[in-house]
């Protein structure tokens, strides 16, 4: 089975930083996505990771240790807008020409106060 | 805007009728997905499509018919819907690449759907 665990809910405060964790057991392992959901929105790409160590972009880093099975996004410089829900996702292995579907978690809504 | 789109955004609907919804991609993707979302609940994939083929129906109930009759269209096709089918449900399109690269799923925006 599948099972992709993070903290339902986090909150910070504007400038500060905020690191939310992700951890995952699943039946092979092709990527780790995050994407962030503002209410009523799409689901935007974030970051992957398919290599353990830390991508930094901008303000957003995300970090994988593969033999962990886990995985966080740091948030730096928390603004009021970064107030959204943060899904992590593990992407299983391919078939053939068609690609790993995606395995969510539940989603961590942060909210930032001012 | 991902480049995504999807219509209607929201749908309010008996248990008796039927009705579709419809996505589409303006990216030049060749796989195509429908997720459903509940509160407190994970994304749950439903179908996805690849070059037009479906490759996956996750147990989905048969009152949810997909269609997919080009690259850039999907359609979701409901019929006798249950309550507990209320939810948002989010289309997504991706490029299936042999290289090793993002491949990342960008979503549309959704289609609140309530059944009454």
């Known amino acids: 089975g599948q099972n992709i665990d993070q903290p339902t809910e986090m909150t910070a405060t504007e400038g500060a930083i905020v690191q939310i964790n992700c951890t995952y057991q699943?039946?092979?392992?092709?990527?780790l996505f995050w994407y962030q959901q503002h209410a009523g929105e799409a689901p935007t790409f974030l970051s992957y990771n398919v290599l353990d160590g830390l991508e930094e972009k901008g303000r957003f880093s995300s970090f994988l240790s593969r033999s962990k099975g886990y995985s966080y996004l740091l948030l730096k410089e928390l603004q009021m807008k970064d107030s959204a829900s943060y899904l992590c996702?593990?992407?299983?292995?391919?078939?053939?020409?068609?690609?790993?579907?995606?395995?969510f978690g539940r989603g961590t809504q942060l909210t930032v106060w001012p | 805007e991902t480049g995504v789109t999807q219509t209607p955004r929201h749908l309010v609907m008996g248990m008796t009728n039927k009705k579709s919804l419809k996505c589409e991609q303006h990216?030049?993707?060749?796989?195509m997905y429908w997720y459903k979302q509940s509160a407190k609940k994970p994304l749950e994939l439903m179908f996805v499509?690849?070059?037009?083929?479906?490759?996956e129906n996750n147990s989905v109930p048969s009152r949810f018919s997909p269609e997919c009759p080009n690259s850039s269209h999907l359609f979701l096709h409901l019929h006798t819907l249950q309550p507990e089918d209320s939810a948002l449900y989010l289309c997504?399109?991706?490029?299936?690449?042999?290289?090793?690269?993002?491949?990342?799923?960008?979503f549309g925006p959704g289609t609140r759907l309530t059944v009454l």
């Open positions: 699943t039946s092979g392992f092709n990527g």
């Open positions: 499509y690849s070059l037009e083929e479906r490759v």
């Open positions: 996702a593990v992407r299983g292995p391919d078939r053939g020409s068609t690609l790993g579907r995606l395995y």
């Open positions: 997504a399109s991706s490029q299936a690449s042999g290289e090793l690269s993002y491949n990342e799923q960008f």
């Open positions: 990216l030049g993707h060749n796989a």
